[in-house]
């Protein structure tokens, strides 16, 4: 079972910036074929959409809160995703999730957690205000 795996996360203040990476835990996973997404979660709420990037066309989604501030990308070589977080507020405290759709699934709406398959164990973002 192919596990995401993210890392990046940490303690910042409001408006730095961080980066997250994501990576699959198997190697033969390739994530430029897949509809990748960033979601996340805060204390007492439920996961939400952040960012999406679509394998098909390249095809980039965001958050109205996030939008931007935060950049979707991949990079091919390295078979890793980021999540490029600019102008941190509060507010962007969470748990931040990578999520990975089947290879080869045409995903539609990829602001829906359900579409994707493989998930990763989060990583903490807190920004203080």
């Known amino acids: 079972q192919v596990q995401m795996v993210e890392s990046g996360g940490g303690l910042v203040r409001a408006g730095d910036s961080l980066r997250l990476s994501c990576t699959a835990s198997?190697?033969?996973?390739?994530?430029?074929?897949?509809?990748m997404g960033w979601f996340r979660q805060a204390p007492g709420k439920e996961r939400s959409f952040v960012a999406s990037?679509?394998?098909?066309?390249?095809?980039?989604a965001y958050a109205d809160s996030v939008q931007g501030r935060f950049t979707i990308s991949r990079d091919n070589a390295k078979n890793t995703l980021y999540l490029q977080m600019n102008s941190l507020r509060h507010e962007d405290t969470a748990i931040y999730y990578c999520?990975?759709?089947?290879?080869?699934?045409?995903?539609?709406?990829?602001?829906?957690?359900?579409?994707?398959?493989?998930w990763g164990q989060g990583t903490q973002v807190t920004v203080s205000s």
């Open positions: 999520a990975a759709a089947k290879s080869g699934v045409v995903v539609f709406k990829t602001t829906d957690p359900r579409l994707y398959n493989y």
């Open positions: 198997e190697r033969t996973f390739t994530l430029s074929n897949s509809a």
């Open positions: 990037l679509n394998w098909i066309d390249d095809n980039t």
